[in-house]
């Protein structure tokens, strides 16, 4: 989704273009805590229409996830699609392809390393998130690796640190192959976007 709305920001001109980029980062500035009881009525109202999508669900906790930080990422991935010279399109245009051809078969591929510190990075953010996850989700056996480990130390006499420190380790495991495995586009991802030719 967020390689969609880069890709619009960075190749259409239209009006309100560049509102809407300020306008997407403006939300990103203040931080979510403002917004968490608004959030946590909107997915309460959501969960009234669609079970599946309401409080004490994965899906709906996802679904607050995936709108958080769109705005942030979808200017880091504009400022990587600007890199990326417009020829490449219009050859695939002049060969007989579609616009959304052109940006699936030639575009999205060569971003692939802007892609990866996307994903990255939302991963890391969303895996270790803690205060939407203990808001959304109350039922204990639902709950997320941040909001699960609180569960070692909230007893006031009996918080078991060393249990605590043991979890926390082996929950960084996942985040640490990631890093391994997407580590040669990294480097690239996060320095191509950054200045503009």
Do not use: C
Request: proline share 4%; net charge positive.
């Amino acid at each position: 989704m967020t390689s969609l709305a880069a890709y619009a920001f960075s190749r259409f001109r239209f009006k309100g273009r560049r509102q809407g980029l300020f306008a997407a980062l403006l939300v990103q500035v203040f931080p979510q805590m403002l917004a968490a009881v608004s959030i946590y009525l909107l997915v309460l109202s959501i969960g009234k229409l669609i079970p599946s999508l309401g409080i004490n669900t994965h899906a709906g906790l996802v679904l607050v996830y995936l709108g958080g930080a769109m705005g942030v990422n979808a200017w880091l991935m504009k400022g990587y699609f600007d890199t990326i010279p417009t020829s490449l399109e219009e050859s695939a245009m002049i060969d007989g392809a579609s616009p959304f051809q052109a940006y699936y078969k030639i575009i999205l591929p060569l971003a692939r390393p802007i892609l990866a510190v996307i994903f990255l990075l939302q991963f890391i953010g969303s895996y270790s998130e803690f205060i939407f996850a203990s808001v959304l989700i109350s039922s204990s056996e639902k709950y997320t690796l941040a909001v699960g480990l609180q569960l070692f130390i909230q007893d006031q006499y009996a918080s078991r640190w060393g249990v605590f420190a043991a979890a926390s380790v082996l929950g960084a495991l996942p985040i640490v192959t990631l890093f391994m495995f997407l580590q040669k586009y990294l480097v690239s991802g996060l320095t191509s976007g950054a200045v503009k030719g």
